[in-house]
């Protein structure tokens, strides 16, 4: 059966062995593992993730590549199928005898950052994740304070989880070819938060506010929610912009704001 990729669903099929290969070896995946895939697509994963022996749950949107898959795959007792869009599909349900999940995705990339928080508010049921991602977006979740690339996705993927950029992937290893560099990003959820952050909605307000205008001091651009002093209290020094601050920073300065602001 063949299928024509279809650009709404973000389809770019990988076709490069030796990048197949890589993403296989870097996941050190075994047997009595369970694992989900986001897009299988026409399998270019999946069947090299079934050769290592282990549970696999993928989750397609386009309802002809889910009639391939279950052709393909009919004869895969390890494999279901979910016919769903993953950014409404419930990965709890997927959980069983309180064994964490493995997830891996080669995404499509318009929808890479609202799937990532979906996953997340899943965190505690997920061991890691390795996704294929477009390579600015990898890099801006993996930036650390004082890079250009570091600012609210930054902040709030490390509040979550570790973020490590494994490879990149040039655009001819797919078909069709996209028009941008990719990456490999491994994300592993924190067992514990590494701060104490009073409600997760303040925290993303704090840091959205203040990369709205990175450019500005955080006595400007914070100036409607915390005033000066009570940064300075924090030892935050009010004249520093948004990108010279830790997660940490942003955490306490989340602590202060009223819950109405
Ligand atoms: N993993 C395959 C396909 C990658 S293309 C490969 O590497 O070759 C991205 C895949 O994600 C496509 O199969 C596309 O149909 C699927 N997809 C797009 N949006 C989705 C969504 N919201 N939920 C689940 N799958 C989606």
Not at 33 to 46: D, K, Q, Y
Not at 90 to 116: A, C, E, H
Not at 200 to 213: C, E, G, P, Y
Request: hydrophobic residues 40%; negative net charge.
């Amino acid at each position: 059966m063949t299928h024509n990729p279809r650009k709404r669903f973000g389809q770019n099929f990988l076709h490069d062995h030796a990048i197949i290969y890589n993403i296989l070896s870097s996941l050190q995946a075994s047997p009595e593992e369970h694992w989900v895939e986001i897009g299988p697509g026409m399998g270019a994963l999946t069947t090299p993730l079934l050769a290592m022996g282990l549970r696999l749950d993928v989750v397609e949107l386009d309802r002809d590549l889910v009639v391939l898959l279950k052709d393909k795959y009919s004869h895969e007792p390890r494999l279901q199928i979910h016919s769903a869009d993953a950014l409404r599909f419930d990965f709890s349900s997927l959980v069983n005898d309180n064994q964490k999940l493995r997830i891996i995705g080669n995404l499509p990339y318009n929808i890479s950052t609202p799937l990532m928080f979906h996953l997340l508010d899943n965190a505690p049921c997920i061991e890691d994740m390795h996704f294929m991602l477009q390579k600015e977006v990898v890099d801006r979740m993996c930036a650390a304070p004082g890079s250009k690339k570091y600012g609210r996705l930054s902040v709030m993927m490390q509040y979550y989880c570790t973020t490590e950029l494994l490879f990149e992937v040039p655009p001819e290893s797919f078909d069709p070819i996209p028009k941008v560099m990719s990456a490999i990003v491994r994300l592993v959820p924190h067992p514990q938060p590494p701060v104490l952050v009073d409600d997760l909605h303040k925290l993303n307000r704090v840091v959205t506010q203040a990369f709205s205008q990175r450019r500005k001091t955080l006595r400007n651009s914070l100036k409607k929610l915390i005033d000066e002093d009570a940064i300075s209290a924090l030892n935050i020094d009010p004249t520093l912009r948004a990108e010279s601050l830790t997660l940490s920073d942003f955490a306490q300065l989340s602590n202060l704001i009223d819950d109405q602001a």
